[in-house]
């Protein structure tokens, strides 16, 4: 009777360990990894901030990126960045990718100007909802780049040129 309650508890727990890890396999399976591509289109304006012989500005832009493939079930955000760009030490800027639905995907970029034909570098450092965690690199070229002055204010449209990238929600 010893024996029949041991080989039966060795099963048991053969069992459970066997669903634990099952659990286990099914949770490291649930990251999704994947590649995009797509366009970017953004407007908005940019302010001269006086520092001696070089031009530095601080801009906002927002506009649509429309990706060919999916980051976490979508293909269209809506942009908003702010940035800062200097003639000597390059740009940066901190953009949010809003989902229509909600979440969001942080992105911070940089290059060394915001002109036509400038390459831009960003890696993607977080997100809310079932984006949080999300991580990943983009880069893209600046199609073009126009700035109209009208009544002092300065307005900035830019489209990007094969914006690709990658990324990871665990």
């Not at 940035?83 to 809003?98: E, N, S, Y």
């Not at 970029?109 to 400038?118: A, F, G, P, V």
């Amino acid at each position: 009777m010893n024996a029949k309650f041991t080989k039966k508890f060795c099963w048991g727990i053969f069992f459970g360990v066997l669903l634990l890890t099952a659990g286990v396999v099914t949770e490291s399976q649930a990251v999704e990894v994947g590649e995009f591509e797509g366009s970017w289109v953004a407007n908005g304006t940019r302010k001269l901030f006086p520092f001696g012989d070089r031009k530095v500005y601080t801009f906002e832009i927002s506009g649509h990126v429309s990706l060919k493939t999916e980051i976490g079930k979508k293909k269209n955000y809506w942009s908003t960045c702010v940035g800062f760009a200097d003639t000597v030490t390059g740009m940066a800027a901190r953009c949010v990718w809003k989902d229509l639905d909600g979440p969001e995907i942080y992105i911070t970029l940089k290059s060394d100007r915001m002109q036509t034909d400038d390459q831009v570098t960003g890696s993607i450092v977080g997100g809310t909802d079932h984006l949080e965690g999300i991580n990943g690199d983009l880069s893209f070229a600046w199609l073009t780049v126009t700035v109209q002055k009208e009544a002092g204010i300065e307005s900035v449209t830019a489209q990007t040129l094969n914006l690709t990238g990658t990324y990871q929600v665990p």
